[in-house]
């Protein structure tokens, strides 16, 4: 087991890799604890779960609304939770999102922890100290910044997760190392295997890496004022893609950053050579690499997403593997840019 410390605005928070569910009780208070899970994990983890009241939520993202966070709150009320009630979220990002809301939001806020149970919430979800939910289709438009005391990445959970589910994180994991992190790229192209068979050593080392490289950016810009920017590498297309091809999140980051590389390749920022390898490894891990709706309509979604203000994007290019930097792209750049690869395909 490896403990690693985010230090956050307000308060520090321990990520724990390859904690067992079994050791959990070591890092809970002793009583008033009340645990949130959803179906699917409560169904296959339900008897190991520490002996405290559970709250079960309807699994998957349309559960992550204000109203759950409400039935959370009266349920917390009708169990006569007070304030030194502590909030343990156990599941994937849609759980952690909304435990962690709801805990920041009963009775002014009480003390919370994770153990993230999906490859994506234990790269990302999980960490950094966002969390909300989703209202009128707008995604994650009520939230807070608040960093749980504890998250427990357990890596033995992850065998029972479904393999699209899995390639939601890895798409992640590989971001991370586009961003900040060369070796482990090269150890992932190399042990890709390895990782899709979800050898433990190996995972452990994945979700570790990971963790440090969205810590350390979210340690120096926890509430998003430039660096944490960063973390953005293949969701500015990769969410248009998502709404064009209705695939799942990670798929579409994986679009996403080989639409980041052909840029960047463009630009003079990267090697032929690099952006090819990248292109290898996420087809190694079975990302898709291309979307099926074409580049221009894509583009158009991209500029009609109903959020965006302005003419310009902050874009993230990647700067050789292992560095990226954050540009103010115009729409009509990536319009443009958008059509020439259309023509190329
Ligand atoms: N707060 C942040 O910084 C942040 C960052 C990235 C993503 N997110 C959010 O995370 C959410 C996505 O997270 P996710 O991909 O973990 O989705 P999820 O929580 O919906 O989990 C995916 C599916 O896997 C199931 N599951 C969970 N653990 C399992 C296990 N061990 N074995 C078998 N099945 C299991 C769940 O029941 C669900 O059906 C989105 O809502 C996204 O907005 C938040
Ligand atoms: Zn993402």
Redesign the pocket.
């Known amino acids: 087991m490896e403990t690693i410390l985010v230090k956050g605005r307000y308060r520090n928070s321990r990520i724990l890799v390859g904690e067992k569910l079994e050791l959990l009780e070591e890092h809970l208070p002793e009583e008033e604890v009340y645990i949130v899970t959803?179906?699917?994990?409560k169904q296959?983890y339900g008897d190991e779960l520490p002996d405290f009241p559970v709250y079960v939520m309807e699994?998957?993202?349309a559960a992550?609304t204000p109203g759950t966070v409400s039935h959370i709150c009266q349920w917390l009320i009708n169990e006569e939770a007070g304030r030194d009630a502590f909030l343990l979220g156990i599941?994937?990002?849609?759980?952690?999102?909304v435990t962690g809301f709801a805990a920041s939001v009963y009775m002014r806020g009480i003390d919370f922890g994770f153990v993230a149970?999906?490859l994506?919430?234990q790269v990302?979800?999980a960490?950094?100290g966002?969390?909300?939910v989703n209202l009128d289709g707008f995604?994650?438009i009520m939230g807070t910044f608040n960093q749980p005391r504890f998250v427990v990445c357990s890596t033995a959970?992850?065998h029972?997760?479904?393999e699209k589910?899995l390639q939601?994180?890895l798409a992640e994991a590989v971001k991370h190392t586009l961003i900040a992190d060369k070796r482990m790229f090269n150890e992932i192209r190399e042990r890709a295997d390895d990782i899709i068979a979800l050898d433990d050593e190996m995972i452990k080392k994945l979700v570790s890496h990971s963790i440090r490289v969205k810590s350390d950016i979210v340690g120096r810009d926890e509430i998003e004022e430039g660096e944490r920017r960063k973390l953005n590498l293949g969701h500015t297309w990769g969410h248009a893609v998502e709404k064009t091809d209705g695939i799942p999140?990670g798929q579409a980051v994986s679009i996403g950053m080989v639409f980041a590389a052909t840029l960047s390749e463009e630009k003079g920022l990267l090697k032929p050579q690099e952006r090819q390898e990248l292109i290898n490894l996420l087809h190694s891990l079975d990302l898709p690499l291309q979307s099926f709706t074409p580049a221009e309509k894509v583009f158009q979604a991209l500029a009609r997403d109903k959020k965006r203000k302005g003419t310009h994007v902050h874009f993230v290019l990647m700067n050789g593997i292992g560095d990226v930097v954050v540009e103010a792209i115009s729409l009509e750049e990536i319009g443009a840019f958008a059509r020439t690869i259309e023509k190329n395909m």
């Open positions: 959803d179906g699917h994990v296959l699994p998957g993202e992550k599941g994937g990002g849609v759980v952690c999102d149970t999906t994506l919430a990302d979800a960490l950094g966002k969390n909300g995604k994650n959970m992850l029972t997760l479904p589910e939601n994180g999140h």
